[in-house]
């Protein structure tokens, strides 16, 4: 499926996209019904789990999905979303379709049926979103060696870093500083998959960085 905007302008916040999502997520037809159990939005995209259960309280047999014991089950859907001159839009993607976005909570993940074919889409999408939920969240003055080395925009590049943080007004953003040249360099925290600790030096100040702009002066 491709994208979809409105044009109404009925979604314009955060809490509009959800009550979309909600919707989107719950239908009642002729013999089933699906509901949403919850939603999360990580950056721009949204990541639901619905519920589906047959009205006539039998048990829902699907060939994704292991049935749960209250005879429902409960998948995984993906909203790409994103505004277009003030209209908002979003495509959907369910699980087992494939989707490239993985960032879905544990929480979310925990809600989820069990699958029945372990070669699935679906299994593969659970364990990235286990994968990028697993990469350490690092304190202050924690040594880090990343798992392979990363290339800076000067060519050069470094593996062992030191988290420390930089401020831009009011805002404490988070670096690094490179343990051979003293440098300080933002990562995403996709290049901190694998990443090892080699020390932890917890602190509320910022020594790595006072040093680092003492040497400046």
């Known amino acids: 499926m491709g994208w979809l905007f409105y044009t109404d302008g009925r979604v314009q916040n955060y809490a509009d996209e959800k009550a979309e999502i909600a919707r989107l997520c719950t239908s009642h037809g002729d013999t089933r019904k699906a509901e949403l159990v919850k939603a999360c939005k990580v950056g721009s995209t949204w990541y639901a789990a619905a519920k589906v259960t047959n009205l006539d309280g039998t048990p829902v047999e699907d060939t994704t999905y292991v049935t749960d014991a209250d005879g429902s089950i409960t998948f995984g859907a993906v909203f790409l979303t994103r505004y ?3 209209c908002w839009g979003y495509k959907d993607i369910e699980e087992s379709a494939g989707p490239v976005e993985s ?23 659970r ?11 690092y304190e202050e003055g924690d040594k880090i060696k990343l798992a392979t080395p990363v290339t800076l925009t000067d060519g050069s590049t470094c593996q062992i870093v030191t988290a420390t943080h930089y401020r831009r007004g009011r805002q404490k ?27 932890s030096a917890k602190g509320a100040a910022s020594p790595v960085l006072a040093e680092y702009l003492a040497g400046r002066n």
């Open 84 to 86: 277009d001159d003030g």
């Open 103 to 125: 960032r879905a909570p544990l929480s979310l993940l925990a809600l989820l049926s069990e699958l029945k074919d372990p070669d699935s889409y679906a299994k593969d999408w």
């Open 127 to 137: 364990q990235r979103c286990r994968d990028w939920a697993a990469i350490p969240d």
């Open 173 to 199: 953003r988070r670096c690094y500083r490179i343990e051979e040249t003293g440098g300080l360099v933002r990562l995403s925290k996709a290049s901190l998959a694998g990443s090892e600790l080699l020390s």
